[in-house]
């Protein structure tokens, strides 16, 4: 039989599993709850509501991204060159796994109390992220000069914003069309120049 916690985990490992093959739209408690083998109530032993069962979900999504951070950016490499990796790593987290990606970012989900009981909210999990790009732009600052009137935290978001309209514009087929060569096999050359064009609005262009 199993135990209270390797439930409430099988239950998200369910969510996971059919947020990644079929989208937001297949994460129904009943259909959670039928494939984990449950019945359709069980679910509200753990999860008091639908909304703290997805942000358990995507809080997998973060932590999954976490890692892929931490692979992605040498502590040794410059920020600018860290901030680089972490945008290229964010488009492709975004084109590997759209589902994850749609719930992670919904605002109920970063914006609400829901979770499940003794857990974190969401925004818990996903800030650690922002400040880890708020603090590879100050350190990219303290070499540079001419670029801090506007706050680290602002510049930031501008930089995320543009990053997260980049996927999925990018996962829609937007770009393409918009550059006239949606068919082009150079698909990530020009990913990699438009994400260079990011970086380089923001926190200027690279060193010679």
């Known amino acids: 039989m199993q135990s209270e916690a390797s439930l409430q985990d099988r239950l998200v490992d369910v969510g996971v599993e059919l947020v990644l093959t079929e989208g937001v739209s297949s994460l129904g408690l009943r259909e959670i709850a039928r494939r984990a083998g449950?019945?359709?109530?069980?679910?509200?032993?753990?999860?008091?509501?639908h909304q703290a069962l997805l942000s358990a979900i995507a809080r997998r999504g973060f932590?999954?991204?976490?890692?892929?951070?931490a692979e992605a950016a040498d502590d040794a490499a410059p920020p600018r060159a860290q901030?680089?990796?972490?945008?290229?790593?964010?488009v492709?987290?975004?084109?590997?796994?759209p589902g994850m990606f749609e719930l992670m970012f919904r605002h109920d989900q970063l914006r609400g109390q829901a979770?499940?009981?003794?857990?974190?909210?969401?925004?818990?999990?996903?800030?650690?992220?922002?400040?880890?790009?708020?603090?590879l732009i100050t350190r990219h600052r303290e070499h540079r000069t001419g670029r801090g009137n506007v706050p680290a935290e602002v510049t930031a978001v501008a930089l995320w914003a543009n990053v997260h309209g980049?996927?999925?514009l990018w996962g829609w087929g937007s770009i393409g069309l918009a550059?006239?060569?949606?068919?082009?096999?150079?698909?990530?050359?020009?990913l990699d120049r438009l994400i260079t064009a990011i970086i380089d609005a923001h926190l200027g262009e690279a060193d010679a």
């Open 92 to 97: 492709r987290y975004a084109q590997e796994r």
């Open 63 to 69: 932590a999954d991204l976490a890692e892929r951070f």
């Open 115 to 135: 979770h499940a009981a003794g857990r974190p909210p969401l925004r818990e999990t996903s800030l650690p992220l922002f400040g880890r790009i708020v603090e």
């Open 38 to 49: 449950v019945s359709h109530g069980a679910p509200r032993r753990y999860f008091p509501t």
């Open 166 to 168: 980049l996927a999925h």
């Open 83 to 90: 901030l680089r990796a972490l945008a290229c790593t964010y």
């Open 179 to 190: 550059l006239g060569d949606d068919d082009s096999p150079q698909a990530d050359d020009r």
